[in-house]
């Protein structure tokens, strides 16, 4: 099992352009999360999704809009992106949301110039 | 506003010895609480959790303990081992998403 996959690892864009971030995961889990980690910050939750065609807000997802593609894909797009975009990001999954754990990616490191 | 702080950035413990990990959060209504371990360029792996309705849990040489009334929760780690040295995040919530605190980084000297 490759667990959460992430793609890619490290991006870097300028100001305005888009990308999707790609995030699937193998173990037929029901929840998915995008975070986002910036220095002295922790880890802050974008969106997530509860299940297969449902998504959510978190805390931070102003520039950001999400795709539940299937049961094993989410993807985080970023439309206009800004400097203040700079950040790692991780995806997540995890069996049920009740309180489960999540099970994270590698994360991908995305600067915007 | 923060609703899960760690207030020590960081943490020297020498090996063998009892690491205290510490954590506060605001909202009452949170019901679930985890920490993870992060290694540099790597994501967070889950070590242990626990819910509202108990105020500890054991996993081998991690127990969390959780004091509701003080809405703080505490990880230790006894014995401490080199291995252990990385950076330990609390999450709580209630249950549909969570919460991160800042982040405290463990040295254990061997």
């Known amino acids: 099992n490759a667990g959460v996959t992430q793609t890619p690892k490290f991006q870097v864009l300028k100001t305005g352009q888009s990308m999707t971030l790609q995030c699937a995961q193998d173990m037929n889990h029901n929840s998915m999360y995008w975070y986002r980690q910036d220095p002295g910050m922790g880890l802050r939750l974008i969106y997530y999704?509860?299940?297969?065609?449902?998504?959510d807000k978190g805390e931070v997802p102003n520039g950001y809009n999400v795709s539940r593609l299937n049961k094993r894909e989410f993807s985080l797009r970023l439309e206009s992106a800004a400097p203040s975009q700079t950040s790692v990001y991780f995806c997540?999954?995890?069996?049920?949301?009740?309180?489960?754990?999540?099970?994270f990616g590698p994360g991908t490191r995305l600067t915007v110039l | 506003d923060q609703q899960v702080k760690q207030n020590s950035p960081s943490l020297s413990v020498q090996e063998g010895r009892i690491s205290i990990l510490n954590c506060d959060y605001t909202n009452s209504m949170f019901d679930y609480f985890l920490w993870y371990k992060k290694y540099p360029a790597e994501g967070p792996t889950f070590l242990i959790s626990i819910s509202s309705i108990k105020d500890k849990n054991e996993d081998g040489r991690f127990t969390v303990f959780l004091n509701k009334s003080a809405k703080h929760l505490s990880l230790h780690i006894v014995p401490s081992q080199p291995g252990d040295s990385a950076v330990y995040f609390c999450a709580a919530g209630p249950g549909n998403q969570f919460y991160f605190g800042t982040g405290t980084s463990l040295t254990v000297i061997p």
């Open positions: 999704s509860a299940s297969e065609g449902t998504t």
């Open positions: 997540a999954s995890s069996d049920q949301s009740g309180g489960s754990e999540q099970f």
